[in-house]
């Protein structure tokens, strides 16, 4: 598409850049249009009324505007335990190790598997009758009623289950890409391994931590499944997937669904902003540390 | 990776000759005091060290032990007979998975995955590759556009974008068809190969390509008999990345699917969501057959890419 409309004057253009073309053509036919697309129709309310009576709608309908907070309380507190349970657990396995290669492989099992067989598995393990409620209660750490399913815990565990491999792998390709030896002349001038990690480990990480919690937050905002299967979806986990999943293919309002999806998609790109925008006003540096 | 064993073997060796009885302060003090870099050397203990080490390695070994105790509640549940409130199932039985496969239609559901993720595998690599050749190797104008343009997937969660695909297709009539299905998990997977791809492709180096030509190589030729044998090891290893992710991929078929066009994870949905109308061992016996195929394909993977590019497009890191 862009290949051919935006042709300059030069002069031998390598035919090969349309190679480009098919991908980018099926991209923007699957993508951008439904997006633009979905972008329009929000302003298109299927009950009448003005151009932003859709978004009206979700901002006072207490049965709309509320998932926000709720998606928010649930992926907040996901991706601070996600990234931050990451960044030791990451140091001290930066090493290439065979318990590195352990870790790693048995890690990536969670993400593969997926949130809905992780639901399924929670609903049997930490239901009332489940493995890890009877060795609370076997250990005698709790001796209330243990519940872990059909609420607010339910999804945020399942988030944690899912989000923390994924945030640790990430963390662990930026911390072993940072150059050792930089650490090593470090230690040479007396710094303690927590210096070395403050000082030296620290400010490299910034740019690659600050990715990989955009993306920790962005997975847990959109969170879905579990929060349908593990959570009480019509009241406290009621997060704003199942509400645009509701409008589209319950009461077949597409074009509420597709507001309520613009308004998720807004608040992700502002969080993630924010956190951008954090990391500029705390960090100023290389974008890339590393390896020279 | 040499220097930074010796540096760690050095630790210890200089810190221990400075800890004396009796000085088991505070972690934090230690901290504190971190920008003397002289000072801080002696207040760190090897006590507080490990500590630290016990409680990040029990926090791992505490997640893991509960991740797989998980999975292994799906296994015994799946054979188990009568299970309430003991530690094991009263008897053991596999007619669990009989009926899974009978309550379920899973040969219906299985040959729909099969089709799918088949067909998102090789259109993916056959669009991607190009594409990302066209990446590796020119200069176009519009490049950083495209770029951007790939990288968007990736970033904006299925969840987001799914919902209005969703109501694209059913506007021209494509939701709840298999084209329908395969179209919408091509999204993601594309520019996942892509991106996969580019500096797979960068790295071949250019000059083969004159060499080729010197020595009286066309260009299908040099395709064939340069390029391509060249490019299979990637390809294979951003094919199995898409299928791995394909089998889980879970929002953009549970959007765009019909009755008839189920994937694995999306009847394996249902079935939990309606927990009731079947028995919970028949869904964990299909929740099993689940995890095997998908387990399978991880081991497959992994013999060919590292664990981290399942998660995300980050190159690894050379050692």
Redesign the interface.
């Known amino acids: 598409m ?2 051919g ?4 004057p ?1 002069a031998a ?2 035919p ?5 073309a ?3 053509i ?3 036919a ?6 633009a ?3 329009v ?1 929000s302003f298109q309310p299927m009950n009448g009324g003005g151009l932003w009576a859709n978004y009206v709608a979700f901002f006072t309908d207490t049965s709309m505007w509320p998932t926000i907070l709720v998606t928010l309380k649930l992926a907040v507190p996901a991706t601070l335990i996600n990234v931050g ?1 990451s960044i ?2 990451a140091f ?1 396995l930066r ?2 190790s065979p318990y590195q290669k352990l ?23 930490f239901g009332p ?4 409620p ?1 060795a609370l209660q076997g250990l005698h750490l709790y001796t209330n009623e243990v519940r872990l399913t059909h609420n607010y815990w339910g999804v945020l565990i399942s988030l944690i ?1 899912s989000g ?3 945030a640790f ?2 963390t ?3 911390v ?2 940072i150059d ?2 930089l ?2 002349a470090a ?1 040479t ?7 070395q990690f ?2 030296i480990y620290l400010p490299l990480l910034v740019p690659g931590l600050t990715m990989a919690a955009c ?1 920790s937050f ?2 847990a ?2 969170v ?2 579990s929060a ?2 593990l959570g009480a979806p019509a009241g406290p986990t009621r997060v704003m ?1 199942i509400a ?2 509701e409008a ?2 319950e009461n077949y309002d ?1 074009s509420l ?2 507001a ?2 613009m308004v ?2 807004f608040v ?1 790109l502002l969080v993630v902003a924010g956190m951008l925008g954090a990391r500029r006003f705390f960090y100023s540096g290389p974008v890339t540390g ?2 020279g | ?1 040499t ?6 073997q ?2 210890p060796a200089s ?1 221990k000759p400075q800890t004396q009885a009796g000085q088991t302060e505070d972690d934090s003090a ?2 504190n005091r ?1 920008v003397q ?2 000072k ?2 002696k207040q ?1 203990t090897p006590l507080a ?1 490990r500590i ?2 016990v409680l ?2 029990g ?2 070994v505490f ?2 032990l ?6 292994a ?2 296994a015994v ?1 799946s054979v188990g007979t009568r ?3 003991t ?1 094991l199932p009263q008897g053991f039985t596999l007619h669990w998975y009989a009926q899974a496969w009978s309550d379920f239609q899973l040969a219906s559901v299985l040959w729909v995955t099969v089709e799918v993720v088949g067909a998102v595998v090789i259109l993916s690599v056959l ?2 590759v ?2 990302a ?3 590796a ?7 950083r ?2 770029v951007l ?2 990288l ?2 990736l ?7 799914g ?6 297709m ?1 506007k021209v009539g494509l939701a709840g068809t298999l084209p329908g299905v395969i ?2 998990n ?2 993601p997977a ?2 996942f190969v ?1 991106l996969v791809m580019t500096p797979f492709i960068e790295q071949i180096d250019p000059n083969l390509e004159a060499a080729a030509r010197i020595f009286g190589a066309n260009t299908f030729r040099y395709f064939r008999y340069v390029l391509l044998p060249l490019l299979v090891p990637g390809m294979l290893a951003a094919g199995l990345l898409v299928l ?2 394909t ?2 991929m ?2 953009l078929t ?2 765009t699917a019909g009755p008839g066009t189920q994937t694995l ?1 999306v009847a ?2 249902y079935a ?2 309606s ?1 009731g109308v079947r028995a ?1 061992q028949s ?2 016996a299909m ?1 099993m057959i ?2 095997a195929i ?2 399978v394909w ?1 081991l497959i993977a ?1 013999q060919f890419v ?3 590019q ?3 497009r ?1 190159k ?2 050379k ?1």
Do not use: C
């Open positions: 862009n290949a409309t935006l042709s300059p030069v253009r390598d090969k850049g349309w190679l480009v098919p991908a980018l099926f991209i923007v699957l993508f951008i249009y439904p997006f697309y979905g972008l129709l349970v030791p657990v001290a090493r290439n870790v790693t492989t048995l890690l990536v099992i969670p993400v593969t598997l997926g949130t809905v067989l992780i639901a399924d598995g929670m609903l049997t393990y009758n489940g493995w890890f009877q289950v923390f491999p994924f792998l990430l662990l390709s930026y072993t890409g050792p030896t650490a090593s230690a001038l007396g710094a303690s391994p927590w210096q403050l000082r993306l962005v997975q905002f959109s879905f499944p349908v299967l997937s645009a999943a589209a293919f597409y669904a597709s309520i999806a998720m998609g992700q590393g390896k | 990776m220097t930074d064993h010796h540096v760690t050095a630790w810190a230690g901290r971190g870099p002289g801080a050397v760190r060290e630290w080490k990040v390695w926090a791992m997640f893991l509960n991740v797989l105790l998980l999975i509640t799906v549940n299970w309430f409130g530690l669009l991607g190009p594409a050749y066209a990446l190797r020119v200069q176009f104008p519009g490049k556009f495209a343009v790939f968007l997937p970033m904006v969660p299925p969840v987001t974008y919902i209005p695909m969703a109501t694209v059913y179209l919408a091509l999204v594309l520019p892509i791995v992710r089998i889980g879970f929002e549970f959007f994870v394996l949905y939990v969501f927990t919970p869904i964990d929740a689940y995890m998908t387990l991880v992994l590292s664990p981290t399942i998660v995300s980050v690894e890191q050692r």
